[in-house]
């Protein structure tokens, strides 16, 4: 983590950096949503993944097309917080794609134009 610029009142720079070369690439209306969608909960929002390059999103098992490749996604959770209720909360603020992944824990937030709803 090399950018520890804010970049909205809760989140820096390095939380949307990929993990393998540190690039950034972050759409300005997820970052938005995201702060939104912190701000409603009232709760801290971690960010598992953000930016990922082509590399990268390769190793973790990333479709090909994946809203991370362009800035346009993150993977989040929040410590405390439900994961059903951040699933409401995020549906309410509408992010274009959510993915819901109980066993591990996250949600997969991006926007995307159009709407895709999927549980893992």
């Known amino acids: 983590m090399r950018n ?16 393998c070369c540190g690039r950034v690439m972050l759409d300005s209306i997820l970052l938005k949503k995201l702060q939104e969608l912190r701000n409603k909960i009232n709760s801290e929002i971690y960010i598992i993944s ?6 990268h999103n390769a190793s973790v098992g990333g479709v090909k097309n994946s ?3 362009r800035g346009k996604a993150a993977d989040i959770h ?3 917080y439900p994961l059903g209720n951040l699933l409401e909360a995020a549906e309410n603020i509408g992010f274009g794609g ?3 992944y109980l066993t591990k824990g996250f949600l997969h937030l991006d926007v995307r134009k159009g709407r895709a709803r999927w549980t893992e």
């Open 4 to 19: 520890k610029i804010a970049i909205s009142k809760n989140f820096v720079l390095s939380e949307f950096e990929c993990h």
């Open 50 to 55: 953000g930016y990922r390059c082509e590399k």
């Open 67 to 69: 809203q991370h490749l």
């Open 78 to 80: 929040a410590r405390n």
């Open 98 to 100: 959510i993915g819901t």
